[in-house]
T-cell receptor, first 113, second 117 residues
C-alpha cells in the first residue's frame, strides 16, 4: 500500500531564507513521487516529479527535491524563499500498477517580508 | 489551449438536492479523477476512471456518483446521501501507464467550491 506523510502542516520562513518542506512515503513498489503547489482558490500545479531517474530532481520556480530511499523521504527545498511561494504544497506518491495517486495532507508555506 | 475545465466555480446545494459538477478535458487523456479537498486533510480520491464506460470507487465514494460516457467528460454528482458535501472538489486527468508517453503527471482543473445552503 502507498501512503504519504507530510511532517509539517504549517511552515513559516522569511523572504530570502531557505525553504524545507518534509515528506516521507510508504510504498510497496518503486515509487513515483511528486510535489504539487496550490495557490489560493486555484487548482494544483506540478512542481517536480521523481520517476526512478536522478535522485535529485529540479523543478519549476527554483524548487528541488531529493529522493532518499534509505530514509523513504522526498523533501522539497528552495535556497531562497520569495513572497510568491506562499501557498499550500502537497507531496504525492503514485502507484503505477493501479494508476492511483495518494496525497499527503499538505503543508502551508507562509513567507514573511 | 489544452486543459481541464471545471464548472461551475461555486455551487450551492439545498438539503436533499442532488447537484452535478462538470469536468471536461481536451488533453486526450484516458484517466480521469475526482478529489475532495478539506482543510488539513489533503486530497481524498472519490472516484476514478481509466477508460470510457468504466470507473472505480476511490476512498470516499459514498454519497457520490459518476459517469464516463465520453472520454473528455467525467461529471460528478453529489447526492443527497452525502451528508457533509461542503468542500473544494478537484478534477484531474492523466495519461494511462503503458502508453507511449508514460507520463503519469496529473493535470488539474481549477476546482469547484460546493457549499450547503
Amino acid at each position: 500500500a502507498q501512503s504519504v506523510t507530510q511532517l509539517d502542516s504549517h511552515v513559516s520562513v522569511s523572504e530570502g531564507t531557505p525553504v524545507l518542506l518534509r515528506c516521507n512515503y510508504s510504498s510497496s513498489y518503486s515509487p513515483s513521487l511528486f510535489w504539487y503547489v496550490q495557490h489560493p482558490n486555484k487548482g494544483l500545479q506540478l512542481l517536480l516529479k521523481y520517476t526512478s531517474a536522478a535522485t535529485l530532481v529540479k523543478g519549476i520556480n527554483g524548487f528541488e527535491a531529493e529522493f532518499k530511499k534509505s530514509e523513504t523521504s522526498f523533501h522539497l527545498t528552495k535556497p531562497s524563499a520569495h513572497m510568491s511561494d506562499a501557498a499550500e504544497y502537497f507531496c504525492v506518491v503514485s502507484d503505477l500498477d493501479f494508476n492511483k495517486f495518494y496525497f499527503g495532507s499538505g503543508t502551508k508555506l507562509n513567507v514573511k517580508p | 489551449d489544452g486543459g481541464i475545465t471545471q464548472s461551475p466555480k461555486y455551487l450551492f446545494r439545498k438539503e436533499g438536492q442532488n447537484v452535478t459538477l462538470s469536468c471536461e478535458q481536451n488533453l486526450n487523456h484516458d484517466a480521469m479523477y475526482w478529489y475532495r479537498q478539506d482543510p488539513g486533510q489533503g486530497l481524498r480520491l472519490i472516484y476514478y476512471s481509466q477508460i470510457v464506460n468504466d470507473f472505480q470507487k476511490g476512498d470516499i465514494a459514498e454519497g457520490y456518483s459518476v459517469s464516463r460516457e465520453k472520454k473528455e467528460s467525467f461529471p460528478l454528482t453529489v447526492t443527497s446521501a452525502q451528508k457533509n458535501p461542503t468542500a473544494f472538489y478537484l478534477c484531474a486527468s492523466s495519461v494511462r501507464p503503458g502508453q507511449v508517453s508514460t507520463n503519469e503527471k496529473l493535470f488539474f482543473g481549477s476546482g469547484t467550491q460546493l457549499s450547503v445552503l
